[in-house]
């Protein structure tokens, strides 16, 4: 028995199933498009300044941008010219979803790395206003006072 995607592949889809295919490429385009941003702020948290951001999901919104480029083409593809090809796609999104699992452990383990060495480097962090908010790495307590928040975590010297 043949799969029945496989089957379909070249059939014209609905105005509906377009409309929803643009609306998908559309949200997968959110990563790439936020991606320049997310790392031109890690940039400058490796020169260590007094304030450092850090959100750990920007980390994942970077690692996932290869299998959400690959995600984009196939459904701005379809939405395009209408006919279901996506199964033509399907050799660069296995590959695009390999380099995305790689990227995500890389991620984790950066994650870890990056808040031990800010530690070692002395860092404190203040409290997050909301579970999601990204955590803030001081180098002086006034700071977090400035910013309308405590300390959580008293900064030290480096050792």
Known sequence: MKNKLIAN??????IKERLSSLLVAGIFSLGCIFAPSIISNYIISFTYPDVISF???ETFILAIIPASAVYFLM???????????LAKFKPILIYSLRLTAFLLVVAFIF????????????????????LYSETVYIKDAEECKKRGS????KPRSAY
């Open 55 to 57: 959100n750990r999901l």
């Open 111 to 130: 994650n870890w790395h990056f808040t031990t060495v800010l530690d070692q480097h002395g860092y404190g962090t203040c409290w997050k206003r909301t």
């Open 75 to 85: 459904f701005f593809h379809l939405s395009i010219t209408g006919k279901n090809y």
């Open 150 to 153: 405590e300390v959580l975590r």
């Open 9 to 14: 592949v070249g059939e014209i889809v609905t």
